[in-house]
C-alpha cells in the first residue's frame, strides 16, 4: 500500500520542481474538456454574470479536489468492488465487478452525454431572437455553478489518479492543483469567447463531450479507451476546423468580389 506524505516538500531538489511542473501539466491537459464544459454551461448565463459562474465554479472545484487529497486512502477505497453482475463485456471475464468509483464513472458519462445531446439539439432548433434572450436569462447562477461541480467532481477522478501514480507528497498534489485550476480560471474566459465567436466550434465542443461521456461510461464498466488517442482526435479536429473558418472567410470574400464584377456588365 502506498504511504503519502502529509508534509511539506524540499523545494530546494530539483527532482520536485520537475515533479510539480509535470503534474501541473497533466492537470491542466486532463482539465480540457472541464473548461470546455464550463465554457458552454456559462454561455447560457447573461453577459455580466458568466465570469463570476467560471470562477466559483473552478474556485469551488479546487476546495473539493484539495479535499479529496487530503483523504487519498479513502479515494483510493473507493476502487474496491462494492457490486457484482453475472455477466462482462469482457469476453475474458465471467463477471463485472463494480466500485464506487466505476459508479461515478458511469453517472457522469451519462450526464454528459445525455447534457450535450440535449443542448445539442437544443441548438439546431430555430428560434427567433426573443425566445433566445428570454432563455438565457432565465438561466440560473446557482444551477450553472452546480453542474460546473458536478461534472468537475467526476473529472476529478483521473486528476487524483493520475497524482497518485505520480507522486507520493500529497501536499505537492495540493499545490499543482492549485496552480492548474488558476490557470483555467485565466483562460476559460478566452475558450468562452472564441467558442461563442464560432457556431460549428460549440457544435465541435458538445461533440467533443458526448464522446468523453462514453469514454467515461466504458471505463465505468472496465473497457480502457487511450485518452491519448481521444486528446488526439480533438486536436486534429480543431486544426481541420481552424483552416475551414479560414477558408470560409476566404470564400466570403471572394464571392462578394467575383458578383461585383459579375453583375456590373449584365445589368447594362
Same mark, same amino acid.
Given at each position: 500500500?502506498?504511504?503519502?506524505?502529509?508534509?511539506?516538500?524540499?523545494?530546494?531538489?530539483?527532482?520536485?520542481?520537475?515533479?510539480?511542473?509535470?503534474?501541473?501539466?497533466?492537470? *491542466?491537459?486532463?482539465?480540457?474538456?472541464?473548461?470546455?464544459?464550463?465554457?458552454?454551461?456559462?454561455?447560457?448565463?447573461?453577459?455580466?454574470?458568466?465570469?463570476?459562474?467560471?470562477?466559483?465554479?473552478?474556485?469551488?472545484?479546487?476546495?473539493?479536489?484539495?479535499?479529496?487529497?487530503?483523504?487519498?486512502?479513502?479515494?483510493?477505497?473507493?476502487?474496491?468492488?462494492?457490486?457484482?453482475?453475472?455477466?462482462?463485456?469482457?469476453?475474458?471475464?465471467?463477471?463485472?465487478?463494480?466500485?464506487?468509483?466505476?459508479?461515478?464513472?458511469?453517472?457522469?458519462?451519462?450526464?454528459?452525454?445525455?447534457?450535450?445531446?440535449?443542448?445539442?439539439?437544443?441548438? #439546431?432548433?430555430?428560434?427567433?431572437?426573443?425566445?433566445?434572450?428570454?432563455?438565457?436569462?432565465?438561466?440560473?447562477?446557482?444551477?450553472?455553478?452546480?453542474?460546473?461541480?458536478?461534472?468537475?467532481?467526476?473529472?476529478?477522478?483521473?486528476?487524483?489518479?493520475?497524482?497518485?501514480?505520480?507522486?507520493?507528497?500529497?501536499?505537492?498534489?495540493?499545490?499543482?492543483? *492549485?496552480?492548474?485550476? #488558476?490557470?483555467?480560471?485565466?483562460?476559460?474566459?478566452?475558450?468562452?469567447?472564441?467558442?461563442?465567436?464560432?457556431?460549428?466550434?460549440?457544435?465541435?465542443?458538445?461533440?467533443?463531450?458526448?464522446?468523453?461521456?462514453?469514454?467515461?461510461?466504458?471505463?465505468?464498466?472496465?473497457?480502457?479507451?487511450?485518452?491519448?488517442?481521444?486528446?488526439?482526435?480533438?486536436?486534429?479536429?480543431?486544426?481541420?476546423?481552424?483552416?475551414?473558418?479560414?477558408?470560409?472567410?476566404?470564400?466570403?470574400?471572394?464571392?462578394?468580389?467575383?458578383?461585383?464584377?459579375?453583375?456590373?456588365?449584365?445589368?447594362?
Amino acid at each position: 500500500m502506498n504511504i503519502f506524505l502529509v508534509a511539506m516538500p524540499n523545494f530546494a531538489e530539483p527532482g520536485v520542481w520537475i515533479s510539480l511542473l509535470t503534474l501541473t501539466f497533466l492537470e *491542466i491537459v486532463l482539465g480540457v474538456d472541464n473548461i470546455i464544459f464550463i465554457s458552454l454551461v456559462s454561455n447560457k448565463l447573461p453577459q455580466n454574470k458568466q465570469r463570476t459562474a467560471r470562477n466559483i465554479g473552478l474556485l469551488l472545484a479546487m476546495i473539493f479536489r484539495s479535499l479529496l487529497l487530503l483523504g487519498i486512502n479513502w479515494i483510493i477505497g473507493l476502487k474496491e468492488p462494492i457490486f457484482t453482475l453475472p455477466f462482462s463485456f469482457n469476453p475474458q471475464d465471467a463477471e463485472l465487478a463494480l466500485s464506487w468509483k466505476d459508479f461515478i464513472l458511469l453517472f457522469g458519462g451519462i450526464f454528459l452525454i445525455v447534457k450535450s445531446t440535449l443542448e445539442i439539439h437544443h441548438k #439546431l432548433q430555430v428560434n427567433d431572437q426573443e425566445n433566445t434572450s428570454k432563455q438565457k436569462i432565465a438561466s440560473s447562477l446557482v444551477g450553472a455553478i452546480i453542474q460546473i461541480i458536478l461534472v468537475d467532481a467526476v473529472f476529478s477522478f483521473d486528476s487524483i489518479l493520475t497524482a497518485v501514480g505520480l507522486i507520493d507528497n500529497v501536499v505537492l498534489m495540493i499545490i499543482a492543483v *492549485i496552480i492548474s485550476i #488558476l490557470i483555467m480560471m485565466l483562460f476559460a474566459g478566452v475558450v468562452t469567447r472564441i467558442i461563442n465567436k464560432q457556431p460549428t466550434l460549440q457544435m465541435l465542443a458538445l461533440s467533443f463531450l458526448v464522446v468523453i461521456g462514453v469514454v467515461l461510461v466504458a471505463e465505468g464498466i472496465h473497457e480502457h479507451v487511450s485518452k491519448g488517442i481521444i486528446y488526439s482526435c480533438l486536436a486534429f479536429s480543431l486544426a481541420v476546423e481552424a483552416l475551414n473558418i479560414k477558408l470560409r472567410k476566404k470564400h466570403k470574400n471572394v464571392v462578394l468580389n467575383d458578383s461585383d464584377w459579375v453583375k456590373m456588365p449584365d445589368s447594362d
